[in-house]
């Protein structure tokens, strides 16, 4: 069928099926153009030099009053110094460290913990990102308006029918009655009444209504009415029935009734002729007293009629009152409530001490069983008898590893620590200054009572369940470990034990006090979980005795390992007591706090000393994801002796009681003194220059488990050294010996020493060392027995100089590093600044660099940046900063690889200080720059350029950082733009992009993290090079970026594009970079004479470089596939909301210069204005708000149903049939048409066919010719509702905000098409945001669309049956139907709170909508009245714009929208009469049409409105025809009523009835017309409405049953052959029912019939020579026609010729549709010499077509026999039920109504 609307356009995209879409891109390719040179890449457009311009312009930006949106601000960044904050009350930092401190790296790793930050703040960065991100948060108003929308009025709410009668009357008489069936056919008989509950009611208008119901509950509408204003009188009638009385009617016709007793029957025929008598009195009397019964209506009508001069004044107000609520219509968007994170930049924090999982530990007791009171007069409390010593640490038995320091506790009773001797003795020598010298504080801290410490605060990086707390208890030394215990394992005589240990004790504490033994140990686990959930309710398990073989580290990772094996653990000793410590987490506002180096922090208040909290050391696992960069100074060094073995030494006779003891020394000369650095114990100092560790009785080859914590000055040198000297200690008190034996109670037994530094790096592994017997000076050169160099004293060695002691160290130390390469690298740095040499051999240092270990790199990550970034600029060679910037990749990379890749996000922000070298000039960004384009050099290793374009963002925050450091340092940020950077700099930035570019462009496919992340970087820096740099040059990079793209590229590449598109236009400046503002020649240009651009010209592309640019790209997008189009569209939509929601533009001046911007936005739309799925296409639900239908056609059919068909045959079987759409052409949505005529409704569905509502086919429609029905194949691009909406929302923000000028001056600049199709836009935003109620949201919620949508499609590929089966399968789908209006009663899985936020939401939406749109149509129709009145305002313009304000009638509009729609109806009335009352109706009709719809409305405020327009619109026609008649409102209200009834739209209820009713009292009440004939014209036409009501009622009793609706409304188009107008409104009727039942020769039969119609009528005017006679050939039945006769409703006929050929050319495509292509011919026959009179050869070479195609046919269905023709008997039954026979006549099919009658009897049929 292709031929019969012209060519199809060429280079359309016409694909079969979406599937090949989807997967065949060469295809597309190969199409759309010839071959991949099809595709043109666009013109590059130069953009303007920026800088030279706002030169020029100078004068003219001054003098505009929106400067501020041409200008960047002054001060656009600044750099600041923001002070480091500390936890610690004091610096952790030595005094004087820094000029202590020799060595570079130490040096500079001070500096990097005393640095403050430096920053750089863009004072405008809260508007530089997405819309989500700006300063005043963008969201939903709270409060938004309830609209209230038909739609979701309840499917059976009805108002009670008794609230509608008026307050004057109301309801005069009820009760039950008998009805008589009225039915000419078959008379009245006694089984024919059925009982009825009649309700007499008196309606507003002073009429009278008889409503009659099923039973008493008369709140529902009623099964049907007599109006009794036509009765002419009620008289008694007993032939039927006894009690019976009839009211006779105008029209010959009567309704019999029947009482139950003759005293009621008598009741109800004095009350209806009381009435019928009184009722003209009381119009006389209303005429009289105009009393209405609704004072505020009254109101209304009166300034309705009265003030119609004042409607300048009234559109003011208009305006006003729509402009009081109005809302962004952003601010509704569905996106701007998602949320959306993808936008966010992580928020980045300076650097900070982290802590893993802390725990509060809090030692509470020890008491032991053994227990007596310690006082010599034996008054006191009871305690334990000795002092105990306890120290805490945590073991992780998983990983094998000692994690935290010890914390030493001392919870002995005063009295029990009172039997120690005073701490100071043993230190007696000890200096009273501490290490550092710079330790006041914690020294002053421990002066008080903060000695003992009871609360530890530990930290576990990594917790997991197999971590254990441990505690190791100590006493004073006394024997043996086991000799010891024995007591307390003991439950025997406790007292007498108690007073011998405490003597014992006594002694040994007055005589060994300061040495300790070991004792007994406990554990118990930490966590329950790796989460780590603290395990509170652990306890700590018995205290088991040391063991003195088993004491070091891993034989207690043994004994915890078998900790959960109770048969394991009941082997051990235990000696009786209790520890009690409780383990907790920690408060985040613990005060009284000190860190490991005894810092207090901020938080401690000098109060309490007494309950200080200390922090244990964690040492934290050698693994970069737990390591983190070091902030403060810490410079421990914990040593810990091992092993002692001494069994076969023969130097001293006694060395058994071993104590070693640990001194710190920097010099190994004769006088030389240990130094004050080891942390000591609770109770004394906090620093000691000396420490001992436990001893073990009688034992020569001691283990040690003790830790000993040095505090290292800054700077180490090579003197440094750990000296350990071994003492015997005689424990036997024996008081026989000698005075002088018993006090010497150490004996020096051996010495041995540990240098600290190897090669400058501390010594950190195990050691075994050698023990020597002497100590000489010099020492230090000894450094085993094979030196023999030196002079001087010899050395003597214990056992031949063997290494007998074994030692190892661990460094806690934030400024020394265990890393060689690390440690190279800065050793050879310091060599070249001091020495001066050239780096030649710095890149064998950088390159070693690359092993360094990955925590250590973590750890000191700014200083090794600093340093990096410092070789950057000083060293000449080019190599060297290549490989600088080689060795930052790996860095960056391998921090990205832990997961820290905020550290170094932090690094930039907060650390880097670049700094321009001042001997060579190079600056960081410079040569960054340049190593970075050397890198991406194709030739270079590409796994090193693979990285840097994955971690690109980097290096271009530090650019950019470079840059704004330098700009602000040297001064240059106050120079011009162009001279700020050196030409070199411009040149490296070029090219860096130009690198960049084949990279991204290229590698996506294998690499796309690396491409995506490179992209993204570079808008950014490209984003901020707007700030600093020459922003003509930044255009430029933004030209050759976009020009490395190509149409046709990969899905991919295009979100690259637009990424970057995105990046950059969210410049907090993007408005200034866009100059919003005119660029004519010549004098300065004002705004106002602004010559706006509303297409991509190249001048406007030029001027406003960005903005022109995204819309060009935008504009590309949409011609490729769907997912590009959507991200270019979203692109742009979140863009336009930013700038709604831009705090500084929210002025409307500055929103409507924003706009202009925006304007080619229109000529975009309007060169797609095709694929937007605009041409009559109804939505799946279209459900028109005036409806009193039931909704059920609203619903989504079940699963197991077919959907029901309900206004116009699906488009496309009528294709499959007319052989020329393939048969699975998918997506077309059965098109439902019942209430809104001609209406324009876009697809819920994507893609749908462009196509013509089949009510009135216009063939030959010139700007319909791709659209017509079947012509043009299913086009496969087709934008989506998605799309569509982003692009009608940006369309209408721009529509919204742009000035009343621009808009003027687009409407007069546009070209007809364009006018005509920016209307169809508006039509398209009404529908595309049309609200689809709560009902349609809860379906779309629930998702349930997916199964009945395909079930549907399926069922529309089937062939259509030509049988009357097919019919009969129709008629049940219909019935099938009605099931679904159940379905809404279900309980919905979805919360209403989201049903109801949806609704509000799409309810705020589609008034906002309407009202915008509404707007403009006011603007239009103000500035364009003339050429709108052009022809009696039936010109095309005209028609569009009206049609667009019936839009606003067809679809669900709120409560609120209507009020204004009607006002502007109204506004629209007044200005163009001529429309409605000369020429032709067809404006009239369907505006009375739709009027009538809401007249009928389910909501009473809607009826009140419409029914005063309709009143308006009939008293504007008695106006406009001199106040003589409203003959043509009069017609078309009676062809409105009766195309309602038709389309069984229950209109006859009682809501209708009171909009009536008002109409009426309008009339009654304006004093304006008192005087004429038109209050009763208006009477009689309500009259005659009610008539055709009750002659029609039993269409609503049939609407089932097609076959008696078409006969009723047959025989209805008879009656009316004296108005051809109604007469052809019940032919049209009687074809659209055909159509839906797929009735394809009746319906063809019925246009025919009309066309004779028209032709019979023009030919008594004289205007067509052949009347009906000429379609004899077609039907001999078309003599039906000729009966017109010519009365009353003849002279406001207005048929004429066009409308006779558009008539014509239906009869054709109906015929063709129905297979009858012989008679076409017969049609053409009458159409062709009118058209060889027009000279029209286009429109003739067409038909000649069609016939071709025609004949074609005929011949081919004659030779194939393929044509099914059936044949068709009228049947009808006469008689009472029980007489029918039906022997002699053959039915094929049985129809529904044939078993209605029969009943259950069944029928021999032979």
């Excluded at 890749?901 to 960004?925: F, M, Q, W």
């Excluded at 009472?1776 to 009897?1801: K, P, T, W």
Aim: charged share 25%.
């Amino acid at each position: 069928m292709q031929g019969r609307t012209g060519k199809a356009p060429k280079k359309e995209l016409v694909i079969e099926s979406p599937q090949q879409f989807k997967y065949v891109p060469v295809l597309e390719e190969e199409q759309d153009g010839s071959g991949p040179q099809g595709k043109v890449k666009p013109r590059v457009v130069e953009p303007l030099d920026y800088e030279s311009v706002l030169v020029q312009r100078k004068t003219q930006i001054l003098s505009d009053g929106l400067r501020d949106m041409l200008q960047f601000p002054l001060e656009d960044f600044q750099v600041c110094t923001l002070s480091r904050q500390i936890r610690t009350l004091y610096s952790s930092i030595p005094a004087h460290a820094l000029r202590d401190a020799q060595s570079l790296f130490v040096q500079e790793c001070i500096k990097s913990y005393i640095s403050d930050w430096h920053v750089v703040n863009y004072k405008y960065e809260d508007y530089s990102s997405d819309f989500r991100q700006l300063p005043i948060k963008v969201s939903r108003p709270d409060n938004l308006a309830q609209h209230v929308f038909e739609v979701d009025e309840d499917v059976d709410k009805d108002e009670d029918t008794a609230s509608l009668g008026s307050q004057k009357g109301g309801l005069i008489k009820q009760g039950w009655l008998h009805k008589g069936n009225v039915n000419s056919a078959i008379s009245v008989t006694m089984r024919s009444f059925k009982r009825r509950y009649f309700h007499l009611t008196q309606l507003g208008d002073g009429s009278y209504n008889l409503n009659f119901y099923k039973d008493e509950k008369i709140n529902k509408e009623p099964k049907g009415t007599i109006f009794l204003d036509s009765c002419m009188g009620v008289v008694q009638n007993n032939r039927v029935r006894r009690f019976a009385f009839e009211l006779k009617m105008q029209d010959k016709s009567g309704y019999v009734l029947a009482a139950d007793s003759e005293s009621e029957m008598e009741e109800w025929i004095g009350t209806l002729n009381r009435i019928l008598n009184s009722s003209f009195e009381l119009a006389m009397q209303d005429k009289r007293n105009g009393d209405l019964h609704d004072d505020d209506e009254q109101g209304k009508s009166d300034h309705s009629s009265s003030s119609m001069d004042s409607f300048q004044s009234a559109r003011d107000i208009e305006s006003k009152m729509r402009n009081e609520t109005r809302l962004k219509l952003f601010t509704l968007d569905p996106d701007l409530q998602k949320l959306d994170f993808s936008g966010i930049e992580p928020e980045v924090k300076p650097f900070e001490e982290k802590f893993g999982k802390r725990i509060l530990v809090n030692c509470n007791d020890l008491s032991f069983n053994l227990q007596s009171c310690v006082a010599e007069n034996e008054e006191g409390p009871t305690t334990n008898v000795e002092p105990f010593f306890v120290s805490l640490s945590l073991f992780d038995v998983q990983s094998c590893r000692k994690i935290s320091s010890d914390f030493h506790v001392d919870m002995n009773h005063p009295s029990v620590k009172a039997l120690l001797p005073s701490s100071g003795s043993h230190n007696s020598s000890a200096a009273p200054d501490s290490p550092q010298g710079a330790q006041p504080t914690a020294g002053s801290l421990t002066e008080s009572v903060g000695q003992f410490p009871r609360q530890g605060v530990f930290s576990v990086t990594c917790p997991h369940p197999e971590i254990f707390l441990v505690a190791r208890i100590e006493k004073v030394l006394q024997g043996g470990i086991a000799h010891c215990a024995e007591p307390y394992m003991k439950n025997s005589d406790s007292a007498k034990a108690a007073q011998k240990v405490l003597k014992n004790a006594k002694m040994a504490c007055s005589r060994l006090g300061q040495y300790r033994m070991p004792f007994a140990w406990a554990a118990r686990p930490l966590f329950k979980d790796a989460s780590g959930t603290v395990d509170k309710s652990a306890r700590f398990s018995a205290l088991y005795r040391q063991d003195g073989n088993k004491l070091s580290n891993e034989d207690m990772f043994r004994l915890l390992a078998d900790f959960r094996k109770p048969e394991k653990m009941a082997k051990l000793p235990v000696i009786l007591g209790n520890l009690d410590v409780t383990v907790d987490s920690v408060a985040p506002d613990l005060s009284n706090c000190v860190t490991p180096s005894y810092l207090p922090l901020r938080q401690t208040d000098g109060v309490d000393r007494g309950r200080l909290v200390s922090e244990v050391e964690e040492f934290v696992p050698s693994i970069a994801k737990c390591s983190q960069p070091f902030t403060t100074y810490n410079n421990h060094l914990y040593v810990y002796p091992r092993h002692l073995k001494y069994d076969s030494q023969k130097s001293f006779t006694k060395a058994r009681n071993i104590a070693l003891c640990v001194e710190f020394r920097d010099s190994d000369e004769e006088d030389a003194l240990p130094l004050k650095c080891i942390y000591g114990r609770p109770g004394g100092p906090l620093f000691c220059k000396k420490a001992f560790a436990a001893v073990l009785h009688h034992q020569q080859s001691p283990e040690f488990y003790e830790e000993f914590k040095i505090e290292l000055p800054v700077q180490l040198t090579d003197r440094h050294h750990l000296l350990f000297t071994l003492y015997h200690i005689s424990c036997d008190s024996n008081s026989k010996a000698s005075t002088k034996r018993r006090e010497q109670v150490e004996t020096q037994v051996g010495y041995a020493w540990l240098p600290l530094l190897k090669d400058g790096r501390v010594i950190v592994n195990e050691q075994q060392v050698a023990v020597a017997a002497n100590l000489p000076p010099g020492y230090l050169s000894f450094q085993d027995n094979s030196s023999k160099q030196h002079t001087g004293q010899e050395v003597k060695w214990v056992d031949g100089g063997r290494p007998l002691l074994k030692v190892s160290t661990q460094l806690v130390s934030t400024v020394y590093t265990q890393d060689q390469h690390l440690h190279n690298f800065f050793h050879h740095c310091q060599s070249i600044e001091s020495t001066g040499q050239s780096g030649g051999e710095l890149i064998k240092y950088l390159k070693s660099l690359h092993a360094m270990e990955a925590h250590v790199m973590v750890k000191f990550l700014p200083t090794v940046l600093n340093q990096l970034f410092r070789v950057l600029t000083t060293s000449g060679l080019e190599d060297v900063a290549v490989n600088v910037t080689r060795v930052m990749i790996h860095v960056v990379a391998q921090c990205h690889e832990e997961g820290l890749e905020h550290h170094l996000r932090s690094y930039v922000k907060y650390v880097l200080k670049t700094e321009t070298n001042l001997t060579n000039g190079k600056t960081v960004h410079e040569e960054l720059a340049k190593a970075m384009t050397t890198i991406l050099k194709p030739s270079t290793d590409f796994l090193t350029s693979n990285k840097l374009l994955k971690y690109s963002w980097y290096f271009c925050e530090v650019l950019v950082k470079s840059m704004a450091q330098y700009l602000i340092e040297t001064g240059k940020v106050k120079v011009s733009r162009s001279q700020r950077f050196s030409a070199s700099f411009y040149h490296s930035v070029e090219t860096l992009v130009t690198m960049l570019m084949p990279h991204i462009t290229q590698k996506y496919k294998d690499n796309l993290d690396a491409t995506r992340n490179a992209n993204h970087s570079l808008a950014v820096f490209v984003k901020r090079c707007f700030t600093f740099m020459d922003r003509g040059f930044v255009f430029k990079q933004i030209n050759n970026y976009i020009n490395c793209f190509m149409p046709g590229d990969s899905k991919t590449l295009n979100e690259f594009k637009f990424e970057f598109l995105k990046v950059v236009c969210n410049h907090e400046h993007y408005v200034p970079l866009n100059l919003p503002m005119p660029f004519g020649k010549g004098r300065i240009q004002r705004f106002q004479d602004l010559q706006l651009d509303y297409s991509l010209t190249d001048d406007f592309c030029k001027n406003h470089f960005l903005v022109g640019l995204l819309l060009r790209e935008v504009g590309g997008a949409m011609q490729e596939f769907r997912d590009i189009r959507q991200i270019a569209v979203q692109v742009l939509k979140n863009l336009m909301i930013k700038h709604a929601f831009d705090d500084r533009y929210s002025s409307k001046g500055q929103q409507a210069r924003l706009a202009t911007l925006y304007l080619p936005l229109f000529s975009l739309l309007l060169e797609n204005v095709h694929r937007l799925n605009i041409k009559d296409v109804a939505p799946v639900t279209n459900q028109t708000n005036m409806n009193g239908r039931d909704d059920h056609v609203m619903t989504t059919p079940t699963k197991n149903m077919v959907s029901p068909v309900d206004g116009s045959l699906h488009k496309e079987v009528l294709g499959v049939i007319s052989g020329t759409v393939s048969p699975h052409t998918p997506g077309v949505s059965s098109v439902r048409h019942t209430d809104s005529r001609g209406s324009l409704i876009s697809m819920d569905s994507g893609n749908g066919l462009s196509e013509r509502s089949i009510d009135k086919p216009h063939p030959l429609d010139k700007c319909h010719a791709a659209g017509v029905l079947g012509s043009s194949l299913l086009r496969c691009d087709k934008l989506d509702q998605s799309e569509v909406k982003n692009m009608l929302m940006c369309f209408l923000h721009v529509l919204k905000s742009m000035s009343e000028d621009a808009l003027f001056n687009y409407w007069n600049k546009a070209s007809p098409t364009d006018l005509m199709n920016f209307f169809s836009l508006l039509e398209v935003c009404l529908h595309q945001f049309r609200y689809m109620g709560k009902r349609h949201i809860v379906r779309t919620l629930e998702g349930s669309g997916s199964g009945p949508v395909a079930h549907e499609r399926r069922s529309q590929t089937l062939p259509v049956s030509r049988s009357r089966t097919g019919a009969l399968h129709m008629r049940l789908q219909q019935l099938n139907s009605l099931d679904n209006s159940y379905t809404y009663n279900h309980t919905y899985s979805h919360s209403d709170a989201d049903v109801l936020n949806q609704s509000l939401l799409e309810g705020n939406i589609a008034t906002e909508v309407c009202l915008t749109v509404l707007d403009t149509l006011s603007i239009f129709i103000m500035g364009f009245k003339t050429q709108l009145s052009l022809d009696h305002g039936h010109n095309p313009l005209m028609k569009k714009v009206f049609q667009v304000h019936l839009c606003f009638l067809q679809i669900n509009q709120s409560e609120t929208a209507l009020k204004q729609v009607f006002t502007s109806l109204r506004t629209f009335i007044y200005k163009f009469p001529c429309t409605f009352f000369e020429g032709r109706a067809d404006m009239c009709a369907s505006f009375c049409y739709e009027i009538l719809k809401c007249c009928n409305s389910k909501l009473s405020s809607i009826r009140s409105d419409a029914a005063h327009l309709l009143y308006f619109l009939m008293k504007s026609n008695f106006d406009y025809t001199g106040r003589k008649s409203f003959v043509r409102t009069h017609l078309q209200v009676v062809i409105g009523v009766s195309q309602l009834i038709a389309d069984v739209i229950g209109i006859g209820g009682t809501r209708f009835q009171q909009s009536l009713s008002v109409i009426n009292n309008c009339a009654n009440s304006d004093k304006t017309i008192k005087s004429t004939a038109f209050p009763s014209d208006v009477k009689d036409l309500t009259k005659k409405i009610r008539t055709v009501l009750m002659a029609t009622a039993q269409m609503k009793e049939h609407e089932r049953d097609p076959e008696m609706l078409v006969d009723l409304q047959y025989s209805l188009a008879k009656s009316y052959a004296s108005t051809p107008e109604l007469r052809k409104t019940w032919l049209d009727s009687m074809a659209r029912i055909h159509v839906k039942n797929g009735d394809l020769s009746e319906a063809a039969m019925c246009y025919v019939h009309v066309a004779a119609l028209v032709a019979e009528y023009l030919r008594r005017k004289g205007m067509f020579k052949q009347g009906c006679s000429a379609f004899r050939v077609v039907t001999p039945n078309i003599d039906e026609e000729a009966s017109m006769m010519e009365d009353v409703g003849m002279q406001d006929v207005h048929f004429n010729e066009d409308v006779l050929m558009e008539l014509l050319e239906e009869c054709a495509d109906g015929l063709w549709k129905a297979e009858r292509y012989e008679l076409i011919s017969d049609i053409y026959k009458l159409i062709i010499p009118i058209y060889e009179k027009r000279r029209d050869f286009e429109k003739l070479a067409h038909l000649y077509d069609t016939l071709h195609r025609a004949y074609s046919k005929v011949t081919e269905v004659m030779h194939t026999g393929k044509r099914l023709l059936g044949t068709y008997f009228r049947v009808a039954f006469f008689g009472q039920a029980a007489q029918y026979q039906c022997n002699d006549c053959e039915i094929n099919e049985v129809n529904g109504s044939l078993f209605h009658v029969c009943g259950s009897r069944h029928i021999p049929v032979s």
